[in-house]
Nanobody
Framework: QVQLMESGGDSVQAGGSLRLSCRVSELNSRRLCMGWFRQSLGKEREGVASISTTFNTTYYANNVQGRFTISQDQRKNTIYPQMDSLKPEDTAMYYC???????????????????WGQGTQVTVSS
């Protein structure tokens, strides 16, 4: 059973940066596709970014491309989404997700992930 724990959520002003973390129980021992999702009030959960832990390839949603960067540190069993140039519309609860196997060269949908963290809140004020 893969266990995930997010951290790093905070309140920031527009234009600011945050680095979230997702600690993964089995990051360096399994082939995983790691995804980051977010959900704001009244909206569906949307995919933000993902990374293949085996090949270190990354995928981004169009609305965060160029502003968000996802990386991994297998020594620390942790995934890091770095979020820059934050906008008020980035305000949401952010979730980490994991699924065994490949990312299949794309941003996988939430329904394709089995393991989820509890989420960390990001609030961006204008």
């Amino acid at each position: 059973q893969v266990q995930l724990m997010e951290s790093g959520g905070d309140s920031v002003q527009a234009g600011g940066s945050l680095r979230l973390s997702c600690r993964v129980s089995e990051l360096n021992s399994r082939r995983l596709c790691m995804g980051w999702f977010r959900q704001s009030l009244g909206k569906e959960r949307e995919g933000v970014a993902s990374i293949s832990t085996t090949f270190n390839t990354t995928y981004y949603a169009n609305n965060v491309q160029g502003r968000f960067t996802i990386s991994q540190d297998q020594r620390k069993n942790t995934i890091y989404p770095q979020m820059d140039s934050l906008k008020p519309e980035d305000t949401a609860m952010y979730y980490c997700a994991a699924e065994s196997g490949s990312c299949y060269g794309r941003l996988r949908s939430q329904h394709e992930y089995t393991h989820w963290g509890q989420g960390t809140q990001v609030t961006v004020s204008s």
